[in-house]
């Protein structure tokens, strides 16, 4: 099955700063590659997702790049905020979406 | 404008006493999950049915058991509730054939005393 794996697991960064984090992924059937936020006590939040045929995609201070030769892919949160404070997780999902694996989490610490 | 409702928000039973949590969507989505997510932690996938059909992870333990009578509805059955099954579960749904995106209701908090 597939196994996802993640780093950081732990990532802090002063205000302003970029972060990224980085996952890998064992099964060359998925092709969905979503990320969550979880802040404490509340449900995890879709922040951006990629699928297979797209190399990169950007939503304003986020993007996410997948490389699915060598079965990775990464976010990217640009001149970070205080509230970008969370844990963040990927995932890998297969073609109909049924089977999503998460990744172990990294928390993100802004420091003002 | 919720979603994915679950309730209750949060639950206490005692060690061995059977528990129910419920979850409702509105999203007319045909794939229902539970997780059970442990602080600093992965949401862990419990079961998920596609339809009405049940898929069930292979280390679920049997203490835990799931009902989805109709689309909208899912329940998650803990029969003998242990102090190591105290956590945070979500239900989430999303659709096949797209998006795939997730949709994760508020959580049940679990504390068994």
């Known amino acids: 099955g597939e196994n996802v794996e993640q780093h950081p697991s732990t990532l802090s960064v002063q205000e302003g700063d970029s972060a990224v984090i980085k996952c890998t992924y064992s099964d060359s059937a998925s092709n969905y590659f979503p990320w969550y936020k979880q802040e404490l006590g509340k449900r995890p939040q879709l922040i951006i997702d990629i699928r297979s045929n797209v190399g990169e995609k950007k939503d304003q201070r986020i993007a996410v790049t997948l490389n699915k030769t060598a079965k990775h892919f990464s976010l990217h949160i640009t001149e970070t905020q205080p509230e970008d404070s969370a844990v963040y997780f990927c995932a890998a999902s297969d073609n109909d979406g049924q089977n999503f694996v998460f990744g172990p989490g990294t928390r993100l610490s802004v420091l003002p | 404008d919720a979603m994915v409702i679950q309730n209750p928000r949060y639950q206490v039973t005692q060690f061995g006493k059977p528990v129910t949590l419920s979850c409702s969507q509105t999203l007319n989505h045909n794939v229902m999950y539970w997780y059970q997510q442990k602080s600093s932690q992965a949401p862990k996938l419990l079961f998920h049915y596609y339809d009405k059909d049940f898929n069930n992870e292979a280390d679920t333990p049997d203490n835990f058991q799931s009902r989805r009578p109709n689309t909208s509805f899912c329940f998650l059955d803990i029969r003998s509730p242990g102090l190591g099954d105290a956590a945070m579960y979500l239900c989430?749904?999303?659709?096949?054939?797209?998006?795939?995106?997730?949709?994760f209701g508020p959580g049940t908090r679990l504390t068994v005393t």
């Open positions: 989430a749904t999303s659709m096949t054939g797209g998006p795939y995106e997730q949709y």
